[in-house]
């Protein structure tokens, strides 16, 4: 069974620029999230996705973040514009439903100069 | 509010030794708990879950952990800790009636020879 997959791996930009994200969940799974893991902490949830629908989105910084999950599948996270303190590990996670363990992608790791 | 809190930063034992980090939750009904396990440039997997049912969890590569209601916690162990357990070890817990998790700071364990 493949499991979650993200890209890019590292990704290297300005400040002001916009930078997007992939995330593609391990099939079947109907929750997905997006998590960002600043270095020395924990991953704090962005968003929560069931199936295409918003769950929680109470973290996310909405004046430079969105994400979308169009067709329940994939998802996309953009950020624009980008800022210093943005720099960090963006995790995407999926699980069967909510309420059940998570299974995490490899994640990004976005530097913003 | 929930909350999950990890109370050592590092940690550092000898191989061979035995490991016991630390895990302290909020929450007000049963919780189900997790610890993930994270190598430098990975993504968390998962070493155990707990959900209900026996207080005493095993899981992947030799851990274990025991969920205790009275003193909130939810403590990893390993009875011999082999050099390649060297990484970052988070323990998460529920936050809020979506099934989201919010996640402890975590614990780098640093094993030497």
């Given at each position: 069974e493949a499991g979650v997959a993200q890209s890019p791996r590292y990704k290297i930009i300005e400040k002001r620029q916009s930078v997007a994200f992939w995330c593609n969940p391990i099939s079947g799974h109907a929750t997905l999230y997006w998590y960002q893991q600043i270095l020395g902490q924990g991953p704090k949830l962005l968003i929560q996705f069931q199936n295409n629908g918003v769950v929680d989105d109470s973290q996310l910084p909405?004046?430079?973040?969105?994400?979308?999950?169009?067709?329940?599948?994939?998802?996309?996270?953009?950020i624009q514009p980008a800022k210093l303190e943005d720099s960090a590990v963006y995790l995407c996670a999926s699980s069967p439903r909510t309420w059940n363990e998570q299974f995490f992608g490899p994640g990004t790791r976005l530097t913003v100069l | 509010a929930q909350s999950v809190t990890q109370p050592d930063i590092h940690i550092t034992v000898s191989e061979g030794a035995s490991l016991e980090l630390r895990c302290n939750y909020s929450y007000g009904a049963t919780p189900y708990l997790f610890w993930y396990v994270q190598s430098p440039g990975q993504g968390l997997q998962l070493l155990l879950k707990y959900f209900s049912g026996d207080t005493l969890v095993q899981g992947i590569k030799g851990f274990e952990?025991?969920?205790?209601?009275?003193?909130?916690?939810?403590n990893l162990r390993k009875p011999s800790v082999h050099w390649s357990d060297a990484a970052e070890y988070f323990c998460?817990?529920?936050?809020?009636?979506?099934?989201k998790l919010i996640f402890g700071q975590g614990t780098t364990l640093q094993v030497k020879p």
């Open positions: 909405k004046d430079r973040f969105s994400a979308e999950r169009l067709k329940g599948v994939d998802s996309t996270l953009k | 952990a025991e969920f205790k209601r009275s003193q909130s916690s939810f998460a817990g529920p936050s809020g009636n979506t099934g």
